[in-house]
T-cell receptor, first 110, second 112 residues
Framework: EDQVTQSPEALRLQEGESSSLNCSYT??????LFWYRQDPGKGPEFLFT???AGEEKEKERLKATLTKKESFLHITAPKPEDSATYLC???????????FGKGTRLHILP | NAGVTQTPKFQVLKTGQSMTLQCAQD?????MSWYRQDPGMGLRLIHY???????DQGEVPNGYNVSRSTTEDFPLRLLSAAPSQTSVYFC???????????FGSGTRLTVV
C-alpha cells in the first residue's frame, strides 16, 4: 500500500533558525511529489511539484529536494509568517490518486 | 477567476439527513477531487474524477456519492449522515494529474 509519512509532526523554531521537514514515501514508480502550505481555517496552497530524484525547487525561503525514497523541505532563516502546516503528497502510477501525508505543523517564534 | 468555490462554508446536520456539498471551478480543470480532513488523520481522498462523466473511489468512499456531469461542477452527496462524517471537506482541482491542486476554502460539517 502506498504510504506517505511526514516528520516531525510539529516543529518550533526561533526566527532565523533554519531547519528541514521530511517526507518519506513508499510508492514505486513515483509520478510526482507535491508540497503544500496550509494556514488555519484555509485550504492547502500549492508550493512545488518534484518529479525525479535529484530535482530541486525554490521559492523565497523554501527549497524542496527529492531522492528515491524521501523529500525534504528546507526552510532558511524563517520568519513568523512562515508558520503553517506543511503537507506532502504523492501521485502513484497505479491509479490517479493523490495521497497526502499528515503534515508538519511549523511554528516560528519571533 | 474565482478558482474553486465550495458551498456551504458551514453546515449542521442531524443523523440520517442527506445533503449535497457543492464544488465549482472556473479554470477548465479536468481533474477534481474531494478530501476530508480530520485532526490527526490528515487529508483523506473520498472520490475523484479525471474528467466529465468519469469518477472513481478514493480511500474513504463509503457513505458518499459523486457525479461529474460537467467539467465545472463536482458535487459530493452524503446519503445518510452519521456523526463519523463530522469533518472539514475540501474540493480540489488541477489541469492534469501531474500538476498541483487548487483547493477550495472548505466546508465544515457537523453531524449531531
Amino acid at each position: 500500500e502506498d504510504q506517505v509519512t511526514q516528520s516531525p509532526e510539529a516543529l518550533r523554531l526561533q526566527e532565523g533558525e533554519s531547519s528541514s521537514l521530511n517526507c518519506s514515501y513508499t510508492v514505486s514508480g513515483l509520478r510526482g511529489l507535491f508540497w503544500y502550505r496550509q494556514d488555519p481555517g484555509k485550504g492547502p496552497e500549492f508550493l512545488f511539484t518534484l518529479y525525479s530524484a535529484g530535482e530541486e525547487k525554490e521559492k523565497e525561503r523554501l527549497k524542496a529536494t527529492l531522492t528515491k525514497k524521501e523529500s525534504f523541505l528546507h526552510i532558511t532563516a524563517p520568519k513568523p509568517e512562515d508558520s503553517a502546516t506543511y503537507l506532502c503528497a504523492v501521485h502513484s502510477p497505479g491509479d490517479d490518486k493523490i495521497i497526502f501525508g499528515k503534515g508538519t505543523r511549523l511554528h516560528i517564534l519571533p | 477567476n474565482a478558482g474553486v468555490t465550495q458551498t456551504p462554508k458551514f453546515q449542521v446536520l442531524k443523523t440520517g439527513q442527506s445533503m449535497t456539498l457543492q464544488c465549482a471551478q472556473d479554470m477548465n480543470h479536468e481533474y477534481m477531487s474531494w478530501y476530508r480532513q480530520d485532526p490527526g488523520m490528515g487529508l483523506r481522498l473520498i472520490h475523484y474524477s479525471v474528467g466529465a462523466g468519469i469518477t472513481d473511489q478514493g480511500e474513504v468512499p463509503n457513505g458518499y456519492n459523486v457525479s461529474r456531469s460537467t467539467t465545472e461542477d463536482f458535487p459530493l452527496r452524503l446519503l445518510s449522515a452519521a456523526p463519523s462524517q463530522t469533518s472539514v471537506y475540501f474540493c480540489a482541482s488541477s489541469l492534469d494529474k501531474e500538476g498541483g491542486y487548487t483547493f477550495g476554502s472548505g466546508t465544515r460539517l457537523t453531524v449531531v
